[in-house]
């Protein structure tokens, strides 16, 4: 069974710029959360997504947003790039369905450098 | 507010010895517990996860003990490998949501 994709690994974009980022969960898995690490902040979340709706949502501005297909992908934008925005993005999928608790399971993440 | 606390940066110890990495909560709303192992530049992989109603899980040489009322848990790992080197980090999450709330990690160190 795949895990969870993200594309690309590695981007670099300059300060102003727009970027998207990709996640496809583990097949069934209806949950798509977004966290970003970076050396200062740890793991920090941003959202999740569930059945193509926004369920929870972390303490950033309204220039990271993001949005699920009804074939549970899920993207991530971040506007007007700062060079703060540095860091890895991860994204993670669960079934995310019903008040029983399961795991999460994350994909490789996604580099980002803003120059 | 770090409402997840790690708070050993660090552990070194010895292949074939017992690694014990501790993590602090303080929202008694958190009812479900993960541990995950990260390599730089990775996703972190998940190791093993506690619910509340259970004060241990094991699954292999990975035993997590959770005492509620002092709101504490540790990964226990048994025996210690080289492989095991990586950052730790443990993560909570509470009913009906799948936001999790990570530590800070703790960098563990295993010598052959």
């Known amino acids: 069974k795949a895990g969870v994709t993200q594309t690309p690994r590695y981007l670099i974009k300059t300060r102003g710029q727009q970027v998207t980022l990709s996640c496809s969960p583990i097949s069934g898995h209806r949950s798509v959360s977004w966290y970003q690490q970076t050396p200062g902040q740890g793991l920090q979340f941003l959202f999740e997504?569930?059945?193509?709706?926004?369920?929870n949502k972390g303490n950033f501005p309204g220039r990271f947003s993001g949005r699920q297909f009804s074939n549970s992908r899920s993207e991530m934008n971040v506007s007007t790039l700062e060079l703060g925005d540095s860091a890895l993005y991860l994204c993670?999928?669960?079934?995310?369905?019903?008040?029983?608790?399961?795991?999460?399971?994350f994909g490789q993440g996604t580099r980002l450098t803003v120059v | 507010d770090q409402q997840v606390k790690q708070n050993s940066p660090s552990l070194s110890v010895q292949e074939g010895r017992i690694s014990i990495l501790n993590c602090d909560y303080t929202n008694s709303m958190f009812d479900y517990f993960l541990w995950y192992k990260k390599y730089p530049a990775e996703g972190p992989t998940f190791l093993i996860s506690?619910?509340?109603?259970?004060d241990k899980n094991e699954d292999g040489r990975f035993t997590v003990f959770l005492n509620k009322s002092a709101k504490h848990l540790s990964l226990h790992i048994v025996p210690s490998q080289p492989g095991d080197s990586a950052v730790y980090f443990c993560a909570a999450r509470a009913t009906g949501f799948q936001k999790l709330v990570f530590g800070t990690g703790t960098r563990l160190l295993v010598s052959p």
């Open positions: 993670a999928s669960s079934l995310g369905s019903g008040r029983g608790n399961t795991e999460a399971f």
């Open positions: 997504y569930f059945s193509e709706t926004q369920r």
């Open positions: 506690i619910s509340s109603i259970k």
